[in-house]
């Protein structure tokens, strides 16, 4: 395992999986933010979201 931390430097190696992981959360949230169901933020709220489901989901 040595042989590998003599090619990585780890500090370089420990930064770039901080960006990469901080990256990746950051579009997975603005991903959610985008849709109408897991927008935390402006979007309707569970009660107006369920109904609004069970409005087109019913039968005519």
Known sequence: MWRVWKLY????AMVVQGV???GLA???HLILLSTVRFNWMDGLSQAEYKASVAK???PK
């Open 9 to 12: 430097d780890p500090l370089r």
């Open 20 to 22: 990469f992981l901080f």
């Open 56 to 58: 087109v989901a019913a």
């Open 26 to 28: 950051a579009m997975i």
